[in-house]
């Protein structure tokens, strides 16, 4: 079964920077989803299908997808931003990443 | 506004079944599926199975297959998922939530609040 791997934490300083991966075989010719998680809520759409971003979310929240890793980008971050992050895809079924704590310093 | 609303918690004994319900509104119901999702505590997110609303199809995870039905009320408007023969690790929050389009294999976009169930003897 397919199967997609994340860093179990990341941090970033305020203001700075974060780039949360997600490795997959192949991965770029698949579609990524991400999904915000912020402690005891739930899950929130930050990503579509690589790089597009739903209604409501900043401008900051990127994502790319090429080759064998995915990766969502968080520019400026923020108190605000630290959650888990999720990445997913289809691949005869729904598959997630085992999830990418954010600490933001 | 679009929503979906699940039943509350619950606490079962080993061997039990328990069905959680997810009602939806604000959009038209069958126009979308439904994904259900759970989360062990302190663990991540995991996929049980998706159901068409419009035909009833369903895809169930290989780990779930022969102890989950999935099903739809399309007179409510509300989607169920039940799981039989509980055990300690099924303890979980239950999450329902919405296909972003009609394609399963696309996103989710809406979810439910999420339906806490403990198994506990």
């Known amino acids: 079964s397919y199967e997609l791997t994340q860093i179990l934490s990341v941090s970033v300083a305020l203001g700075q920077t974060a780039r949360i991966t997600c490795g997959g075989n192949n991965i770029g010719s698949k579609n990524v989803h991400w999904y915000q998680q912020k402690p005891g809520q739930v899950p929130v759409l930050v990503i579509y299908?690589?790089?597009n971003r739903p209604s409501g979310i900043p401008e900051r929240f990127s994502g790319s997808n090429s080759g064998n890793t995915a990766t969502l980008t968080i520019s400026r971050a923020q108190a605000g931003d630290e959650a888990d992050y999720y990445c997913q895809v289809w691949d005869s079924s729904v598959v997630f990443g085992g999830g990418t704590k954010l600490t933001v310093l | 506004q679009v929503q979906l609303v699940q039943s509350g918690a619950e606490v079962k004994k080993p061997g039990a079944s328990v069905k959680v319900s997810c009602k939806a509104s604000?959009?038209?119901?069958?126009?979308?599926?439904i994904k259900w999702v759970r989360q062990a505590p302190g663990q991540g997110l995991e996929w049980m199975g998706w159901?068409?609303?419009?035909?009833?199809?369903?895809n169930y995870a290989q780990k779930f297959q022969g102890r989950v039905t999935m099903t739809t009320d399309t007179s409510t408007n509300t989607a169920y998922m039940d799981l039989r023969s509980l055990r300690s690790d099924d303890t979980a929050v239950y999450y329902c939530?919405?296909?972003?389009?009609?394609?399963?294999?696309?996103?989710?976009?809406?979810w439910g609040q999420g339906t806490k169930v403990t198994v506990s003897s």
């Open positions: 299908r690589d790089s």
């Open positions: 604000g959009y038209t119901f069958t126009n979308y599926g």
């Open positions: 159901i068409s609303t419009y035909n009833g199809n369903t």
């Open positions: 939530a919405r296909d972003q389009t009609s394609s399963s294999t696309d996103a989710v976009d809406v």
